[in-house]
């Protein structure tokens, strides 16, 4: 009973993780969790015929996760990242509920790190329409906007950008410039990238921002919580050798 209990246990640990995202942003994500966790295995999933997601309705996104989920359970993972804060602002309590015998970790913008950071108290977010006007996030800001000043900017465009592969094109650098400047004299000291997208445009970022700001990686919280539920539902990775990694 023992060791058949133990085999079953491997077997859930040998499978990979699924991830995915509107497109490419989600692979910031996947290469820091990967880095964090460099025996697990993955299947990385962009919808680049649907992006953005940011200015869909709930019901498109909705519809779109569970269709990628359910391509990802067919390719039997253990375990699945939204990598995506617009798809987990839509969909992730409706995937948990339609698929409770996994689990999902979901984006949400790092506002409480920011607001523990903040020297000047006033901090940035950068996100899309769909991740500001979510539930989760009106409940994060709630909790700590009597503690900062919250500054909020949508990056209308920057998905675009990314996904055509203009991370150093000058009408990126305008855009940026254009969202940066107004959080710049508000003085923020705290910039959160609330789009798995942005942390392609860091160099620029930093650019613009001369170091004014500290930019806080939305896959940093989600590599640590990834790794507490998979060793909490023991389907962490048993294997020493480097994991593999398939893209779609
Ligand atoms: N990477 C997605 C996010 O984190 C981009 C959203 C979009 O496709 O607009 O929100």
């Known amino acids: 009973m023992v060791v058949f209990f133990y085999f079953y ?18 692979l910031s994500v996947w290469k820091y969790v990967a880095e964090f966790l460099p025996h697990e295995s993955f299947i990385y999933f962009g919808d680049s015929k649907h992006a953005p997601y940011g200015d869909k309705s709930d019901a498109f996104i909705t519809e779109r996760c569970h269709h990628i989920t ?7 993972v253990k375990f699945i990242i939204v990598a995506c804060n617009t798809a987990t602002a839509a969909a992730i309590e409706s995937l948990r509920e339609n698929y409770p015998h996994i689990q999902f970790v979901g984006m949400e913008p790092a506002i409480k790190p920011a607001s523990l950071l903040s020297k000047t108290g006033h901090i940035g977010v950068l996100a899309t329409h769909g991740t500001f ?38 009408e990126t650098e305008n855009l940026l ?41 939305p ?6 919580r990834t790794k507490d539920l ?16 398939i893209f779609f």
């Open 9 to 26: 246990i491997m077997l859930n640990a040998n499978k990979s993780i699924g991830i995915f995202d509107s497109g490419l942003g989600g």
């Open 70 to 76: 359910r391509f990802l359970l067919d390719k039997n």
């Open 133 to 170: 006007k979510g539930e989760l996030f009106k409940r994060n800001q709630e909790k700590y906007k009597a503690y900062v000043k919250i500054h909020y900017t949508e990056g209308k465009g920057l998905v675009e950008l990314a996904e055509q592969g203009k991370i150093y094109s000058e």
């Open 177 to 217: 410039r254009q969202y940066l400047h107004p959080l710049m004299e508000k003085n923020v000291d705290q910039l959160v990238l609330g789009c798995t997208h942005y942390p392609l445009f860091i160099p620029l970022i930093e650019k613009i921002t001369q170091g004014s700001m500290h930019i806080l990686h």
């Open 219 to 224: 896959a940093d919280a989600i590599a640590k």
């Open 230 to 245: 998979l060793m909490q539902h023991r389907i962490l990775q048993t294997r020493k050798n480097h994991g593999e990694n």
